[in-house]
């Protein structure tokens, strides 16, 4: 039987993120092919969507086909990256409702597997043996194991809380003891806002976080339901995470450190969120509010992808990809010192680094961009600031202890 994991350890306690210099894995992304690499820095991905579910994996009863994984696995030996993978969607040979249409991927790949009761009882045996082979064929390749993917959505899952946490348990069985120190990740779930509450009340009165290194959420912020001209806003993200340490304290896993695998603005079809400039402002806010909140990685779907992509093979980089990259500069190797503040709409996010450095990232909600034009306001800050840096990769003398401040963050420092 597996061992649940230990609560202790982690810079994390209670939600409250202590000062410790952030590192190259705190930035991590989602792509979905391993041609082109993605240019923009980052050392971690989060494999979904990536040709890679069990149902393709494991086409029938002891079958395997590890092409499509060796790419990924080759490419990101290749680029010094490392992976985090997701386990999902059942093989129909294998699945307890076969013909199930309202699935996702393919026909009853939402459905637990048939050697699996609703109560959490049976062999499980398709799944162990599945996992078991993955984990053999990988090695220690794969860092981190979620255990599938928003489970909370009926078109990837239809199973019980119950038979999820029983895989949950059976995969770290079998993976720790082909690689004792891979981390495992519980499902990562969505809508914390709305009806998502309701999986992680259910999923956790189950137990199944417990076998969970690492709680995984999908932070995602989008208004409901969407409508053109009303954005998703990322200070938003603060409830979220409100409403997952209220489970995670009844549960007494509050102490387990949080990863978001997998959100962005998500798709502009309906919101009608394309602006270029407005997305900029919005990923890097997302990021800062997920650092101040105590989310320790943060998987950003994605790098190609018409949610939240990044590049296209037609315009290269766009404005919200090149604010990746410097906002990386700016969070490399420096820590935030408290929590990000708000007073009325200005926003302020302070750190340190080595040698003295003082820096802090400021913007202000009430301002806004259209068509390249984004509004700003002067805004006194502190004597000891000499310049501020921009999310295109500007850097600029401050004069008069006074700064333009609008939906972009901006960056000063000593």
Not at 85 to 94: C, E, V
Not at 126 to 135: D, N
Request: charged share 15%.
């Amino acid at each position: 039987m597996a061992e649940a994991p230990s609560d202790a350890g982690g810079h994390e306690r209670k939600g409250i993120v202590t000062p410790d210099p952030i590192g190259n894995d705190f930035q991590a992304l989602i792509t979905h092919w391993y041609t082109k690499w993605p240019t923009i820095p980052f050392s971690t991905i989060r494999m979904w969507d990536t040709g890679t579910f069990w149902s393709e994996l494991n086409p029938g009863p002891g079958q395997y086909d590890w092409t499509v994984l060796d790419g990924w696995l080759s490419a990101a030996q290749m680029n010094h990256t490392t992976i985090t993978f997701t386990l999902g969607m059942t093989p129909q040979w294998a699945s307890s409702d076969p013909n199930n249409t309202i699935c996702h991927i393919g026909p009853g790949e939402c459905a637990p597997p048939d050697d699996l009761n609703p109560d959490g009882t049976g062999p499980d045996q398709h799944w162990k043996e599945f996992v078991a082979a993955i984990a053999q064929h990988a090695g220690t390749q794969i860092s981190a194991w979620e255990v599938w993917n928003e489970p909370n959505n009926l078109f990837f899952w239809t199973g019980t809380y119950a038979q999820l946490a029983r895989m949950a348990q059976d995969a770290r069985s079998v993976i720790l003891s082909i690689n004792p120190k891979a981390k495992m990740l519980n499902a990562g779930t969505s809508s914390l806002n709305f009806y998502g509450l309701v999986w992680w009340e259910g999923y956790a009165a189950a137990g199944g976080l417990q076998w969970a290194d690492v709680i995984a959420i999908h932070g995602d912020v989008n208004p409901y339901p969407p409508q053109c001209g009303v954005y998703p806003e990322p200070e938003t993200f603060l409830t979220v995470m409100s409403n997952l340490r209220k489970v995670l304290v009844q549960y007494g896993k509050n102490n387990k450190p949080v990863w978001d695998t997998e959100s962005s603005w998500g798709p502009t079809n309906l919101d009608c969120f394309t602006d270029q400039d407005l997305q900029a402002a919005f990923l890097a806010r997302y990021y800062l509010l997920h650092r101040s909140t105590g989310v320790r990685r943060f998987y950003w779907r994605a790098w190609i992808d018409g949610h939240g992509g990044l590049y296209t093979t037609q315009q290269g980089l766009n404005k919200a990809g090149v604010a990746y990259g410097y906002l990386h500069d700016w969070l490399m190797g420096n820590a935030l010192t408290s929590a990000c503040t708000a007073k009325g709409t200005i926003w302020t996010c302070n750190f340190t680094g080595p040698n003295g450095y003082v820096a802090a990232a400021i913007w202000d909600t009430g301002e806004t961009c259209n068509n390249g034009d984004c509004g700003t306001k002067l805004y006194p800050v502190a004597g000891r600031y000499v310049d501020y840096r921009t999310l295109d990769g500007g850097t600029h003398q401050i004069n008069n202890n006074t700064v333009p401040i609008g939906a972009k963050p901006i960056w000063v420092e000593n």
